[in-house]
Protein backbone atom coordinates (compact mmCIF):
# COMPACT_ATOMS: atom_id res chain seq x y z
CA UNK A 1 0.00 0.00 0.00
CA UNK A 2 0.83 3.57 -0.28
CA UNK A 3 2.15 4.91 2.32
CA UNK A 4 0.51 7.56 4.87
CA UNK A 5 1.65 11.22 4.52
CA UNK A 6 0.99 12.43 8.26
CA UNK A 7 1.39 10.43 10.99
CA UNK A 8 1.00 10.44 14.60
CA UNK A 9 1.97 8.29 17.70
CA UNK A 10 -0.24 8.44 20.72
CA UNK A 11 2.00 8.23 24.30
CA UNK A 12 0.05 7.15 26.96
CA UNK A 13 -0.51 4.52 29.64
CA UNK A 14 -3.26 2.08 30.48
CA UNK A 15 -6.92 3.74 31.88
CA UNK A 16 -5.65 6.87 30.29
CA UNK A 17 -8.53 7.08 27.70
CA UNK A 18 -6.45 6.13 24.63
CA UNK A 19 -9.43 4.21 23.09
CA UNK A 20 -11.70 7.35 23.82
CA UNK A 21 -8.90 9.32 22.35
CA UNK A 22 -8.56 7.13 19.46
CA UNK A 23 -12.50 7.36 18.66
CA UNK A 24 -12.23 11.25 18.92
CA UNK A 25 -10.05 11.17 16.20
CA UNK A 26 -11.23 8.60 14.02
CA UNK A 27 -14.69 9.85 14.20
CA UNK A 28 -13.48 12.81 11.71
CA UNK A 29 -12.53 10.25 9.13
CA UNK A 30 -9.52 12.07 8.30
CA UNK A 31 -7.10 11.32 10.97
CA UNK A 32 -6.35 8.02 11.14
CA UNK A 33 -7.50 4.67 12.55
CA UNK A 34 -5.33 4.90 16.13
CA UNK A 35 -5.40 1.53 18.10
CA UNK A 36 -2.80 -0.84 20.34
CA UNK A 37 -1.21 -2.19 17.06
CA UNK A 38 2.40 -3.10 18.87
CA UNK A 39 1.04 -5.01 22.46
CA UNK A 40 3.82 -6.96 23.20
CA UNK A 41 3.03 -10.41 24.45
CA UNK A 42 4.21 -12.04 28.14
CA UNK A 43 7.41 -13.49 25.76
CA UNK A 44 8.57 -9.76 24.89
CA UNK A 45 7.44 -10.08 21.61
CA UNK A 46 5.72 -8.23 19.31
CA UNK A 47 2.15 -9.30 17.53
CA UNK A 48 3.94 -10.41 14.32
CA UNK A 49 5.20 -13.10 16.16
CA UNK A 50 2.69 -14.27 18.20
CA UNK A 51 -0.20 -12.33 18.70
CA UNK A 52 -4.24 -11.80 18.15
CA UNK A 53 -3.25 -9.06 14.91
CA UNK A 54 -0.87 -11.68 13.49
CA UNK A 55 -2.64 -14.64 13.54
CA UNK A 56 -6.08 -13.12 12.48
CA UNK A 57 -4.67 -12.17 9.11
CA UNK A 58 -1.78 -14.59 8.80
CA UNK A 59 1.10 -12.18 8.63
CA UNK A 60 4.46 -13.21 10.10
CA UNK A 61 7.21 -11.39 9.16
CA UNK A 62 7.94 -8.34 10.28
CA UNK A 63 7.72 -6.08 7.43
CA UNK A 64 4.46 -8.01 6.27
CA UNK A 65 3.12 -7.56 10.05
CA UNK A 66 4.11 -3.50 9.18
CA UNK A 67 2.39 -3.32 6.01
CA UNK A 68 -0.53 -4.72 8.01
CA UNK A 69 -0.54 -1.86 10.68
CA UNK A 70 -0.15 0.77 7.69
CA UNK A 71 -3.54 -0.11 6.34
CA UNK A 72 -5.12 -0.83 9.45
CA UNK A 73 -4.33 2.82 11.26
CA UNK A 74 -4.53 5.09 7.93
CA UNK A 75 -7.65 6.82 6.75
CA UNK A 76 -8.06 7.08 2.69
CA UNK A 77 -6.60 10.49 2.96
CA UNK A 78 -3.06 8.98 4.10
CA UNK A 79 -2.86 9.91 7.63
CA UNK A 80 -1.79 7.14 9.80
CA UNK A 81 -2.37 6.64 13.97
CA UNK A 82 -0.60 4.58 16.22
CA UNK A 83 -0.98 3.98 19.78
CA UNK A 84 2.23 3.08 22.38
CA UNK A 85 1.70 2.26 26.23
CA UNK A 86 4.91 3.21 27.65
CA UNK A 87 5.62 -0.03 28.73
CA UNK A 88 5.50 -1.10 24.79
CA UNK A 89 7.94 1.24 23.67
CA UNK A 90 11.67 -0.61 24.42
CA UNK A 91 9.86 -4.16 22.59
CA UNK A 92 9.53 -2.02 19.80
CA UNK A 93 12.58 -0.51 19.70
CA UNK A 94 14.43 -3.64 20.65
CA UNK A 95 12.63 -5.92 17.57
CA UNK A 96 12.98 -2.87 15.06
CA UNK A 97 16.53 -2.18 15.45
CA UNK A 98 16.66 -6.08 14.51
CA UNK A 99 15.89 -5.21 10.55
CA UNK A 100 19.18 -3.93 9.03
CA UNK A 101 17.33 -0.64 8.12
CA UNK A 102 17.17 0.47 11.50
CA UNK A 103 20.25 -1.07 13.30
CA UNK A 104 22.43 1.33 15.28
CA UNK A 105 19.35 4.03 15.03
CA UNK A 106 18.80 6.62 18.30
CA UNK A 107 15.25 5.95 19.65
CA UNK A 108 13.69 9.15 18.08
CA UNK A 109 15.52 8.58 14.89
CA UNK A 110 13.88 4.90 14.57
CA UNK A 111 10.61 6.14 15.30
CA UNK A 112 11.36 8.87 12.65
CA UNK A 113 12.24 6.29 9.92
CA UNK A 114 9.60 3.63 11.36
CA UNK A 115 6.82 6.13 11.00
CA UNK A 116 8.11 8.70 8.35
CA UNK A 117 8.34 11.37 11.37
CA UNK A 118 5.87 11.08 13.41
CA UNK A 119 4.14 14.17 15.36
CA UNK A 120 3.71 12.89 19.18
CA UNK A 121 0.50 12.80 21.29
CA UNK A 122 1.08 12.84 24.84
CA UNK A 123 -1.89 11.35 26.64
CA UNK A 124 -1.95 11.88 30.56
CA UNK A 125 -4.31 11.23 33.25
CA UNK A 126 -4.68 13.86 36.41
CA UNK A 127 -6.15 11.29 38.87
CA UNK A 128 -3.94 8.50 39.04
CA UNK A 129 -6.21 6.82 42.06
CA UNK A 130 -8.71 6.37 39.87
CA UNK A 131 -6.29 5.38 36.77
CA UNK A 132 -5.67 2.63 39.05
CA UNK A 133 -8.80 1.88 40.05
CA UNK A 134 -10.00 1.74 36.70
CA UNK A 135 -7.44 -0.71 36.02
CA UNK A 136 -8.03 -3.24 38.81
CA UNK A 137 -11.29 -3.18 37.96
CA UNK A 138 -11.12 -4.23 34.25
CA UNK A 139 -8.40 -6.47 35.35
CA UNK A 140 -11.02 -8.41 37.94
CA UNK A 141 -13.59 -8.03 35.27
CA UNK A 142 -12.41 -8.79 31.79
CA UNK A 143 -13.95 -5.70 30.48
CA UNK A 144 -11.06 -3.28 29.22
CA UNK A 145 -13.58 -1.19 27.15
CA UNK A 146 -17.15 -0.91 26.62
CA UNK A 147 -19.41 0.33 23.65
CA UNK A 148 -22.44 2.05 23.76
CA UNK A 149 -24.60 -1.18 22.83
CA UNK A 150 -22.90 -3.82 25.04
CA UNK A 151 -25.38 -5.43 27.48
CA UNK A 152 -24.55 -4.50 30.69
CA UNK A 153 -23.81 -8.29 33.00
CA UNK A 154 -26.38 -8.97 35.17
CA UNK A 155 -24.28 -11.71 37.06
CA UNK A 156 -21.33 -8.80 38.17
CA UNK A 157 -18.49 -10.34 39.25
CA UNK A 158 -17.66 -9.68 43.00
CA UNK A 159 -15.04 -6.65 43.18
CA UNK A 160 -12.29 -7.07 45.42
CA UNK A 161 -10.42 -3.69 46.97
CA UNK A 162 -6.77 -4.04 48.10
CA UNK A 163 -5.26 -0.50 49.25
CA UNK A 164 -1.93 -2.21 48.42
CA UNK A 165 -2.35 -2.99 44.64
CA UNK A 166 -4.22 0.39 44.51
CA UNK A 167 -1.05 2.00 45.58
CA UNK A 168 1.11 -0.06 43.30
CA UNK A 169 -0.57 0.94 40.42
CA UNK A 170 -0.50 4.31 41.20
CA UNK A 171 3.24 4.27 41.76
CA UNK A 172 3.36 2.58 38.00
CA UNK A 173 1.41 5.21 36.06
CA UNK A 174 3.49 7.72 37.73
CA UNK A 175 6.48 5.64 36.17
CA UNK A 176 5.09 5.50 32.95
CA UNK A 177 4.59 9.84 32.95
CA UNK A 178 8.15 9.90 33.89
CA UNK A 179 9.31 7.32 31.46
CA UNK A 180 7.50 9.70 28.81
CA UNK A 181 8.87 12.85 30.23
CA UNK A 182 12.28 11.53 29.84
CA UNK A 183 12.03 10.23 26.46
CA UNK A 184 10.38 13.46 25.26
CA UNK A 185 13.43 15.49 26.67
CA UNK A 186 16.39 13.16 25.61
CA UNK A 187 14.94 13.59 21.99
CA UNK A 188 13.88 17.36 22.05
CA UNK A 189 10.22 16.40 21.07
CA UNK A 190 7.27 18.79 22.26
CA UNK A 191 4.58 16.87 22.41
CA UNK A 192 0.83 18.21 22.05
CA UNK A 193 -0.69 17.47 25.62
CA UNK A 194 -3.84 15.91 25.95
CA UNK A 195 -5.36 15.39 29.87
CA UNK A 196 -7.83 12.70 29.77
CA UNK A 197 -10.39 14.85 32.25
CA UNK A 198 -9.84 17.68 29.90
CA UNK A 199 -10.63 14.69 26.95
CA UNK A 200 -13.42 13.48 29.04
CA UNK A 201 -15.03 17.31 29.57
CA UNK A 202 -14.95 18.48 25.79
CA UNK A 203 -14.51 15.32 23.47
CA UNK A 204 -15.54 17.50 20.10
CA UNK A 205 -12.91 20.19 21.36
CA UNK A 206 -10.19 18.16 21.75
CA UNK A 207 -10.34 16.27 18.17
CA UNK A 208 -10.90 19.86 16.27
CA UNK A 209 -7.73 21.26 18.56
CA UNK A 210 -5.84 17.78 17.56
CA UNK A 211 -6.64 18.28 14.01
CA UNK A 212 -4.82 21.23 13.72
CA UNK A 213 -2.37 20.81 15.66
CA UNK A 214 -1.96 17.38 12.95
CA UNK A 215 -2.37 20.32 10.30
CA UNK A 216 -5.84 18.29 8.78
CA UNK A 217 -8.16 20.18 7.41
CA UNK A 218 -11.71 19.92 9.39
CA UNK A 219 -13.97 18.18 7.65
CA UNK A 220 -17.69 19.85 7.32
CA UNK A 221 -19.26 18.04 9.59
CA UNK A 222 -18.31 15.26 11.92
CA UNK A 223 -20.88 13.27 13.72
CA UNK A 224 -19.58 13.02 17.07
CA UNK A 225 -23.50 11.99 18.20
CA UNK A 226 -22.39 8.44 16.73
CA UNK A 227 -19.77 8.29 19.49
CA UNK A 228 -19.08 3.95 20.44
CA UNK A 229 -17.24 3.90 23.47
CA UNK A 230 -19.22 4.53 26.57
CA UNK A 231 -17.61 5.18 30.53
CA UNK A 232 -16.65 2.52 32.66
CA UNK A 233 -16.38 4.13 36.39
CA UNK A 234 -19.78 3.95 38.12
CA UNK A 235 -20.63 4.22 41.94
CA UNK A 236 -17.53 1.45 43.11
CA UNK A 237 -14.88 3.72 41.68
CA UNK A 238 -16.01 6.68 43.64
CA UNK A 239 -16.49 4.42 46.95
CA UNK A 240 -12.74 3.04 46.11
CA UNK A 241 -11.36 6.46 45.97
CA UNK A 242 -12.35 7.97 48.74
CA UNK A 243 -11.18 4.88 51.04
CA UNK A 244 -7.82 4.97 49.55
CA UNK A 245 -7.43 8.38 50.42
CA UNK A 246 -8.79 8.00 53.85
CA UNK A 247 -6.47 5.59 54.35
CA UNK A 248 -3.79 6.70 52.80
CA UNK A 249 -3.70 9.84 55.02
CA UNK A 250 -4.58 8.24 58.35
CA UNK A 251 -2.13 7.84 60.91
CA UNK A 252 -2.69 4.40 61.75
CA UNK A 253 -2.14 3.21 58.20
CA UNK A 254 0.71 5.42 58.01
CA UNK A 255 2.25 3.57 60.75
CA UNK A 256 1.18 0.39 58.95
CA UNK A 257 2.40 1.18 55.72
CA UNK A 258 6.05 2.27 57.30
CA UNK A 259 6.09 -1.41 58.77
CA UNK A 260 5.06 -3.14 56.33
CA UNK A 261 7.95 -1.30 54.51
CA UNK A 262 10.36 -2.57 56.69
CA UNK A 263 9.24 -5.95 56.47
CA UNK A 264 9.40 -6.22 52.80
CA UNK A 265 13.36 -4.46 52.72
CA UNK A 266 14.23 -7.11 55.66
CA UNK A 267 12.75 -10.15 53.99
CA UNK A 268 14.17 -9.34 50.16
CA UNK A 269 17.61 -7.72 51.54
Not at 134 to 159: C, E, F
Not at 245 to 253: A, K, N, V
Request: hydrophobic share 40%; net charge positive.
Amino acid sequence: MDLPQKTYVICTSPRSGSHLLAEALAITGVAGKPDEYFIPNKAGKLQNEQGNIANIYGKKSLTAFLDLVWSLGSTPNGVFGVIFHAGYLPTILDTFRKLPAYAGLTDKALLDALFHEPKFIWLRRRDKVRQAISWIKAQQTGIWRMQSNDLVNTQPVKLQYDYFFIEQKVESFTRDDEQWAAFFQTNNIDPFIVMYEDLAQSFAQTSFDLLKFLDIPQPNTIEFENRQFRKQADTINEIWAAKFLRQQSSIPHCIFRFFRHLKFRFVHI
